[in-house]
């Protein structure tokens, strides 16, 4: 082996390790969803090439409301999806659509866009 | 009421339940705001605008980038000339044009999605462009650096061909995407806007959402009904194909169900709204089909554990090629190995995997609306397909659920018309249903009203009315006899008539027997044609009903049902169905969806046939908002064809990109010399995402023909 190849072959697995860190090993902990009044747990997530923020902590038995605003028109995101609580919505551009579900069970959900290309979780904590 | 977002008190005290609170389109709205169709038109417009960019600097960029190889070109562009590294400096330039205009894009949703530590189309796409750009200018720039002039090739064609392709792949498939939801689309658009209605004595026209329960509406020939609600007054045929799928107007007369956005005929009524904004029919419909649309498959979820590592596993193969390649390649190493990584990264099509199940489940939720056939979410439509045997409930699903005159035997000299009018006199007032069904025989053929003094009723055997300064005498066999009318003469026909599945009841004037009247619950007139279509598909057709043995065996016969469950409980249902799954069966089970519930949920499917428009339709998997039976052989039929478009979706993204990947990688070039550019790939890739989409859309020609009566 040449020394370029070497290097390249250096560099090649520590960008494969690189890439794998980032997108399978590192989770982020999650914002805490704030209680409002009602009883509800409510969180603002932002619509934009992803879910901001990608993690809400809740906590069981309280229903839960999140507030969608999609910032953009690409239509891979037009569409958002809770599989586990069986709860959908349209997301028009500009428009704030709530979507309402009461978590019972402590766990992790995920909610989606319909395709599944984007992605966010939901962790429920026992209260 | 006007739509504003749901507040956490009437929300809670509300009378509907948390589950079903979720507005569609409620809104702290702002003036932004836009629909989805809006919202997609604008979008393909931009997709386009970008793609004829693209494409317009796209075609000198092939030509041009290899001048060498165009007789004529190669005199002016001689390779190693300074005209041709200014001509390349020039594509430099236009091919960041058309990266920063048409692939903008890529990049913003690469970064967008790095951020959330996801990676998508948009990250492969992005790096694989943006790497043949970065290459081809730093060979432009710095040739000095590369072991040798051959590896100073640039590839802006790869970077502005691949652009345009994508980007022409994403309009087509925002475009196809629209049609998918056109069902949707369609039955949203089927809400009137306004309607007439009394206030304070007058007739004014209001927007439909401003209709209260128990206003009265007025609604004039050939106009919409605007809300759900009881007809008063008037008479009409309103054609109620848009929301039950049944083809016949259906006439309407006080006391009738009418359904918002079904369409009046000629005549004109007044009626009682009953329901109204969000608690329509029409409203319940629009949302139980957007909720079923954006479920998931069962099998979606072993996709989605897929496309999760999707993107990031392409990323390590591009980077281990690129590797590979460099180390064991052939020369110019370099080169060869960064076509191969951009190839790899533009060739993987996350896309149609992420599509294959929601497409297919959109178009095919949405036909079976377009029948008046709501399903409801991707289990049930995967269920329905497994299917080998179907429960029917008799009353009210094979039959119309309503007793009715069927023969009329007078004794001998007698007019039919006088038996009725007889029995319908003494059973006028009574409360039993067979009563009931002799009074409408009677008041439907017009004959004369007798008046009785008096009448008494023997729970179980008949009923004694007084009559002119005799008597008549209505029941059974027993009942007549043992009042001293002779009955015999009677008998044979009434034994028929039983043997057919009916009731026969005895008519006596005075002494003397009248006649025999039959009562029976009608079979609809399409059960036997739908039935035979069902055991044409291959399931068990079962009958399950309350009726004894004899009048069950009579219907089976009839309507050629091949096992009958006779004398069956109501609330023994639920366990005749289990005991059909224990014998291995996925059974489907049919009923009205209120007395059937326990059953309709124990089965795999539970099908809820002619509850009309009732909520009770929440209940089940399947709802024909019709009463025919046909119904439930479209459904099977659009759940089989929507689940087999699934599969051939599934397979053909697993395939592409199995087979894609590895030819990207140049698995083939040691044994055959294949290897793919990058623009070849970027072709395939926009194809196949393509061709995932109108195989869905496919399914909208799904013909229900042979279902017909």
């Known amino acids: 082996m040449t020394p370029d190849q070497i290097i390249v072959t250096v560099g090649g697995l520590a960008a494969i390790g690189l890439v794998a860190w980032f997108f399978w090993l590192k989770r982020s902990v999650g914002v805490q969803a704030s209680a409002v009044s009602g009883g509800y747990q409510e969180q603002m997530v932002l619509v934009k090439g992803g879910?901001?923020?990608?993690?809400?902590?809740?906590?069981?038995?309280?229903?839960?409301?999140?507030?969608?605003?999609?910032?953009?028109?690409?239509?891979?995101?037009?569409?958002?999806?809770?599989?586990?609580?069986?709860?959908?919505?349209?997301?028009?551009?500009?428009?704030?659509?709530?979507?309402?579900?009461?978590?019972?069970?402590?766990?992790?959900?995920?909610?989606?866009?319909?395709?599944?290309?984007?992605?966010?979780?939901?962790?429920?904590e026992a209260a | 009421?006007?739509?504003?977002?749901?507040?956490?008190?009437?929300?809670?005290?509300?009378?509907?339940?948390?589950?079903?609170?979720?507005?569609?389109?409620?809104?702290?709205?702002?003036?932004?705001?836009?629909?989805?169709?809006?919202?997609?038109?604008?979008?393909?417009?931009?997709?386009?605008?970008?793609?004829?960019?693209?494409?317009?600097?796209?075609?000198?960029?092939?030509?041009?980038?290899?001048?060498?190889?165009?007789?004529?070109?190669?005199?002016?562009?001689?390779?190693?000339?300074?005209?041709?590294?200014?001509?390349?400096?020039?594509?430099?330039?236009?091919?960041?044009?058309?990266?920063?205009?048409?692939?903008?894009?890529?990049?913003?949703?690469?970064?967008?999605?790095?951020?959330?530590?996801q990676a998508n189309m948009h990250t492969l796409i992005a790096i694989g462009t943006g790497t043949a750009w970065v290459y081809s200018t730093v060979a432009l720039l710095a040739p000095q650096i590369f072991p040798s002039a051959e590896m100073t090739d640039v590839y802006y064609d790869v970077t502005v061909v691949v652009t345009a392709l994508v980007v022409i792949g994403m309009a087509m498939e925002v475009k196809a995407r629209g049609r998918t939801s056109e069902a949707i689309e369609k039955l949203i658009g089927l809400a009137p806007k306004t309607a007439r209605v009394i206030r304070d004595g007058t007739e004014v026209e209001i927007q439909v959402d401003e209709v209260a329960i128990d206003d009265l509406v007025v609604v004039r020939p050939g106009s919409k009904v605007p809300v759900d609600g009881i007809v008063t007054d008037g008479a009409s045929a309103v054609d109620e194909s848009m929301i039950t799928g049944e083809s016949m107007p259906v006439g309407k007369g006080p006391g009738d169900e009418v359904i918002g956005a079904t369409i009046n005929t000629t005549g004109a009524f007044r009626f009682r709204?009953?329901?109204?904004?969000?608690?329509?029919?029409?409203?319940?419909?629009?949302?139980?089909?957007?909720?079923?649309?954006?479920?998931?498959?069962?099998i979606q979820r072993v996709v989605d554990v897929v496309s999760g590592y999707f993107t990031p596993t392409v990323l390590i193969l591009a980077i281990a090629g690129f590797v590979i390649w460099y180390d064991v390649g052939p020369a110019p190493a370099f080169a060869y190995a960064m076509i191969v990584a951009v190839t790899t990264l533009i060739i993987a099509c996350p896309c149609a995997l992420g599509m294959a199940t929601p497409m297919a489940l959109t178009t095919g939720v949405g036909l079976a609306a377009t029948h008046g056939i709501l399903i409801r979410s991707g289990d049930a439509l995967q269920a329905a397909k497994r299917l080998d045997t179907i429960v029917l409930d008799k009353t009210g699903t094979i039959t119309i659920g309503k007793p009715a005159v069927t023969d009329i035997v007078p004794a001998d000299g007698l007019d039919p018309d006088v038996v009725l009018a007889l029995a319908a006199a003494a059973e006028r007032d009574s409360e039993h249903p067979l009563a009931a069904a002799i009074v409408a025989e009677a008041d439907a053929r017009g004959v004369t009203r007798l008046g009785v003094a008096s009448f008494e009723a023997f729970p179980g055997h008949g009923i004694r009315a007084r009559f002119r300064n005799g008597r008549i005498l209505v029941g059974n066999r027993i009942f007549l006899e043992s009042a001293g009318v002779k009955a015999s003469a009677l008998s044979g026909e009434a034994e028929r008539l039983a043997d057919e599945g009916k009731t026969p009841v005895f008519v006596a004037l005075d002494d003397r027997a009248a006649g025999v009247i039959a009562i029976a619950d009608p079979v609809k007139a399409d059960s036997q044609a739908a039935i035979a279509a069902l055991i044409k598909q291959g399931l068990q057709v079962v009958m399950i009903t309350g009726d004894n043995r004899r009048t069950a065996d009579a219907i089976a016969r009839a309507v050629g049902v091949d096992r009958v469950l006779a004398e069956v409980l109501p609330q023994e249902k639920a366990h005749e169905v289990r005991k059909l799954q224990l014998e291995g069966r996925t059974v489907g089970m049919v009923g009205d969806g209120i007395n059937d519930a326990?059953?309709?949920a124990q089965a795999d499917v539970g099908f809820a046939i002619g509850t009309g428009t009732d909520v009770a339709i929440e209940a089940s998997d399947v709802t024909l908002i019709s009463g025919s039976l046909r119904g439930i052989v479209a459904a099977i039929r659009i759940s089989r064809a929507t689940m087999a478009n699934v599969h051939q979706n599934l397979f053909g993204a697993f395939i592409y990109n199995a087979l894609g990947l590895p030819v990207a990688l140049g698995l083939l070039y040691p044994l055959f010399g294949i290897l793919l550019t990058p623009i070849l790939a970027a072709l395939a890739m926009s194809f196949s995402s393509v061709t995932v989409i109108s195989n869905a859309n496919r399914l909208k020609r799904f013909k229900l023909a042979e279902v017909g009566p």
């Open chain 2, 273 to 298: 709204a009953t329901r109204v904004g969000p608690d329509t029919a029409l409203a319940t419909i629009v949302r139980m089909v957007g909720d079923a649309q954006a479920s998931k498959v069962p």
């Open chain 2, 1 to 117: 009421m006007t739509s504003t977002a749901p507040t956490a008190a009437t929300d809670l005290a509300g009378r509907r339940p948390l589950e079903t609170t979720v507005d569609r389109h409620p809104a702290t709205s702002t003036s932004e705001a836009t629909s989805p169709t809006t919202d997609r038109q604008a979008e393909y417009r931009s997709l386009m605008r970008k793609w004829w960019f693209a494409a317009a600097i796209g075609v000198p960029t092939m030509v041009l980038s290899y001048p060498w190889l165009i007789p004529g070109l190669q005199d002016i562009f001689p390779r190693g000339s300074q005209e041709l590294w200014w001509l390349w400096v020039a594509m430099g330039v236009s091919s960041l044009a058309v990266l920063v205009y048409s692939g903008n894009q890529f990049f913003t949703g690469a970064a967008e999605a790095l951020r959330h530590r």
């Open chain 1, 51 to 124: 879910y901001t923020p990608d993690a809400i902590r809740v906590k069981a038995g309280k229903p839960v409301r999140l507030l969608f605003r999609r910032e953009e028109t690409a239509a891979c995101s037009e569409q958002v999806v809770l599989p586990d609580f069986g709860k959908s919505a349209a997301l028009p551009t500009g428009q704030v659509v709530p979507l309402e579900f009461l978590p019972s069970e402590p766990g992790e959900y995920e909610f989606t866009c319909q395709m599944g290309m984007l992605r966010g979780r939901i962790i429920v």
């Open chain 2, 598 to 600: 326990p059953a309709l």
